[in-house]
């Protein structure tokens, strides 16, 4: 599963290209009346090391980090990634409801959650879906620095009552020709999300674990991202983030490591 979800992200951001036919680039905002688009290519190396205790980075074409993300802005609309997250492919659909020179709010729909199947631990347990969510976003502007809170609804398919609160800092470092950009965040799942992921029900019991249900649980997380324009296409990125689960989620019998590791280093090439 979180093979198929690399590679989906991936051929998402392939197929979003169609809609890129004409653009404006001198106005690149969310409210911007002209169709503004932006293609840039991802290549590189990437060390992740994953919740699951079982998950390994196997083979030589897991350590590489290959794709295409997509910007594109229109009368509110838009599509983006965050550069101020390691995850390149971490790709934003919304609409801007407001937005002022201190404060924007924005309704967005992301993937928060990766999820996981047997197979990726070598077991019969059952699979835990993409956790897709629908957002409120709050945005705080203060200087170099952004603040975001999202309260996310996740899709049905997790539960009718999932749904979790993430809050993310990031201070922006201009150096030279360097963006670095650094951040800090803090997201709270509900007792029906972590269950979802983390708990042990009747059928996975059935393969020999024990009953387990957690309740709500929080995800703490660090990133170091920096980027350098090489010259008018190229820019080299590099990136680290590390997160801490609360003890609820990591004591799982599903084997759980207490947090994620990803760090990569690349360059994009903007069309």
């Not at 590679?7 to 951001?13: G, R």
């Not at 201190?102 to 959650?113: E, S």
Request: a negative charge; proline letters at 2%; aromatic letters at 16%.
């Amino acid at each position: 599963m979180l093979k198929k979800l690399w590679w989906t992200v991936v051929l998402l951001s392939l197929g979003s290209t169609s809609l890129a036919q004409s653009s404006d680039t001198q106005t690149p905002t969310k409210d911007t009346d002209n169709f503004f688009w932006n293609i840039e290519a991802n290549m590189g190396g990437v060390y992740f090391k994953s919740a699951l205790e079982d998950h390994r980075q196997d083979s030589f074409i897991e350590y590489l980090e290959l794709g295409f993300t997509l910007e594109l802005f229109y009368k509110g609309f838009f599509v983006q990634t965050n550069k101020r997250r390691t995850n390149p492919f971490d790709v934003e659909f919304g609409y801007q409801l407001h937005t002022t020179d201190k404060w924007g709010v924005d309704f967005i729909t992301k993937t928060y959650l990766s999820g996981f199947s047997g197979e990726d631990i070598d077991s019969d347990l059952r699979e835990r879906r993409l956790g897709t969510g629908h957002a409120l976003r709050l945005t705080h502007f203060i200087d170099d620095a952004i603040f975001t809170v999202d309260l996310a609804v996740l899709t049905a398919a997790l539960g009718t009552k999932s749904w979790l609160v993430e809050s993310y800092y990031s201070y922006l470092i201009a150096h030279k020709n360097w963006e670095i950009y650094l951040g800090t965040g803090l997201t709270f799942y509900n007792a029906e999300t972590v269950n979802y992921y983390a708990g042990i029900d009747e059928h996975d019991a059935a393969t020999g674990l024990d009953l387990y249900r957690p309740g709500s649980g929080f995800e703490f997380v660090v990133e170091a991202n920096a980027i350098y324009p090489l010259n008018e296409d190229w820019t080299l990125k590099l990136g680290a983030s590390k997160s801490r689960f609360s003890s609820n989620i990591y004591q799982s019998p599903l084997g759980l490591r207490k947090g994620e590791t990803l760090i990569k280093l690349g360059a994009s090439y903007v069309f």
